[in-house]
């Protein structure tokens, strides 16, 4: 069974501050798929990044980097110079291929709050 | 930006009342999903769909029901609406096969049950 843990429930920086989203994953296959998704106060969701398990290069988009470590089975999120505009709540989600379903699981989320 | 819709974005309805949430998408995805989510909380799945005349029940046990006719089109149906049925409703779509799982998710409704 797949399973994500989120275990920072809420963070609260000041603006400009960085900030590390963890994400911790189970799973038993070895072709799987990780997600972060950000949810603003609007409530729609919004795709962030994808990575596949053979993949294990990090990335960076702008203020917004994420480290995938398959020894430790992490996947975290990092944000540098947080502003305002980042406060939503985070999930991170596993997708595997257990018998080809990729029904993703996602965490219990991360509220990410930044004050001026 | 995702082509998926939902409505209405906000409902508040009585007791027993029946009602059906719509979601559609423009985008040719197999793949359809229902959440509940309480505001900024966990999200639950509900139903989910591999596409036309499949539907499957999630993790989360839901006195709502589902149907798929068409590859765009997947409604969400509670017979008889309950206070505890107050919640948000997601919807979101994706294609189907390895490493295209991406789901692109409906703005949403918000259900008010009274």
């Known amino acids: 069974a797949q399973k994500v843990t989120q275990a920072q429930t809420e963070i609260s920086v000041v603006e400009k501050e960085d900030v590390t989203l963890d994400c911790v994953y189970e799973?038993?296959?070895?072709?799987?798929?990780l997600f972060w998704y950000k949810q603003p106060p609007s409530g729609e969701l919004v795709f962030l990044i994808r990575?596949?398990?053979?993949?294990?290069q990090n990335e960076i988009s702008g203020r917004y980097s994420w480290n995938f470590q398959k020894s430790t089975s992490s996947f975290n999120f990092t944000i540098t110079a947080s502003q305002v505009v980042d406060s939503a709540v985070y999930f991170c989600?596993?997708?595997?291929?257990?018998?080809?379903?990729?029904?993703?699981?996602f965490g219990r989320g991360t509220s990410l709050i930044v004050h001026p | 930006e995702a082509d998926i819709y939902q409505t209405p974005r906000y409902l508040v309805i009585g007791t027993g009342k029946k009602i059906t949430l719509e979601c559609s998408q423009t985008?040719?995805?197999?793949?359809m999903y229902w959440y509940q989510q309480d505001p900024g909380m966990e999200l639950h799945l509900i139903h989910y769909?591999?596409?036309?005349?499949?539907?499957e029940k999630g993790d989360l046990s839901s006195e709502s029901t589902v149907s798929r006719i068409r590859t765009e089109h997947f409604p969400l149906t509670l017979e008889s609406a309950r206070p505890s049925h107050t919640s948000q409703y997601l919807c979101?779509?994706?294609?189907?096969?390895?490493?295209?799982?991406?789901?692109?998710f409906g703005p949403g409704t918000r259900l008010l049950v009274l």
């Open positions: 989600a596993l997708s595997e291929a257990a018998g080809g379903s990729y029904i993703p699981t």
């Open positions: 979101a779509s994706s294609l189907q096969g390895a490493g295209q799982e991406t789901q692109y």
């Open positions: 799973t038993r296959d070895t072709t799987y798929y």
């Open positions: 985008m040719g995805h197999d793949k």
């Open positions: 990575r596949n398990s053979f993949d294990e």
């Open positions: 769909s591999y596409g036309v005349n499949s539907t």
